[in-house]
């Protein structure tokens, strides 16, 4: 499969936006952490690893993507998973309980325990217990990564005069910064609160045409509001592209309201790109079904 750009409708603005449908690359290992695997996996098979470990929450999308290239291209996969009491909720969960079936085996940490998961110690003690493996880092954000990031544009892209993306660990948007186009504007958007991401992006991006805006993180990682619910199922109604609520649409949501705000140059050419996530759309609603709130629609 490959991704493509699909045209939004933004009536009596004078802007021109399309979506980068980048969750179209594979039904599980989609978006981003398509992007972010492809060279760390061949790394690992070039090093001659046959495990895969790595770090990830209760609904990581990163840790559902790893199980599933472990499957589709043979590695063993172990996630350690912050929060030993997930440990008995694996059947409710429908993240874990996919990466289970695909063949992941878990090690439940306390999240005082995960805090320590970069000390070379804690790394020496899950070698010891599981054997040599090829470290994948939380959320998947290395050189490697950000090389399979760099990916994402093409030629036909840059026509766009402004990129823009969500942003949780920095590697896409570093990705984006390394490939973009002289003239182009890369924005990114966070979905976690504060502004510690300028540090790690400028590890890894080459360019410093790329601003980070703010103002729409929702409270923070994996906080969602009726807003946004209702934002997410109404682009759904109207484009038949589902976004998570986590990343995607609250850039997507951001974008718009920007330019409603005319935060844009009368005929900008704008390109949104979807990193995927929408495995996490299950577990999301099943915590919105137990608050009687509105849940997202889902593109069955």
């Known amino acids: 499969m490959k991704s493509y750009n699909q045209k939004i409708t933004v009536e009596g603005s004078g802007i021109t936006l399309y ?39 209760a609904f990581s999308n990163h840790i559902l993507a790893v199980a599933a290239a472990g499957k589709e291209y043979g590695f063993q996969t172990i996630g350690v998973i912050r929060g030993e009491e997930l ?23 306390s999240r005082e325990a995960y805090r320590e998961k970069n000390e070379i110690t ?11 493996f090829y470290l994948l880092p939380e959320g998947g954000t290395n050189d490697l990564a950000v090389k399979g990031c760099e990916e994402i544009l093409t030629d036909e892209d840059a026509a766009f005069d402004y990129i823009c993306c969500a942003v949780g660990t920095g590697g896409t948007i570093s990705g984006l910064i390394n490939c973009s186009k002289s003239g182009q ?32 993180h929702f409270g923070g990682y994996a ?6 619910i209702a934002f997410v199922n109404e682009f759904y109604l ?6 998570d609520p986590v ?25 949104m790109i979807h990193t995927g996530g929408l495995q996490g759309i299950a577990g999301m609603n099943k915590s919105l079904r137990q608050k009687k709130l509105t849940e997202i629609i889902i593109n069955d």
Not at 122 to 132: A, R, S, T, V, Y
Not at 191 to 216: H, M, P, Q, R
């Open 247 to 271: 990343y995607t649409g609250k850039m997507v949501f951001g974008v718009l309201d920007m330019i409603h705000k005319n935060k844009f140059p009368e005929d900008s050419k704008i390109l």
């Open 19 to 57: 979506i980068k449908r980048e969750d179209e690359l594979h039904p599980l290992i989609s978006g981003n952490k398509y992007r972010k695997l492809k060279y760390n996996l061949a790394q690992a098979r070039h090093e001659q690893k046959t495990a895969l470990l790595t770090f990830g929450g």
């Open 223 to 228: 906080k969602v509001s009726d807003e946004l």
């Open 122 to 132: 804690f790394l020496e003690c899950l070698m010891d217990k599981f054997g040599d």
């Open 185 to 216: 504007q890369v924005l990114g958007f966070p979905v976690l609160k504060g502004d510690f991401l300028n540090e790690d992006i400028c590890s890894f991006a080459k360019n410093t045409n790329w601003e980070l805006i703010t103002d729409y």
């Open 238 to 243: 109207k484009y038949q592209i589902p976004l």
């Open 87 to 109: 440990e008995d909720k694996v059947a409710e969960n429908p993240t874990l309980y996919k990466a289970r079936e695909l063949g992941m085996v878990f090690e439940f940490v």
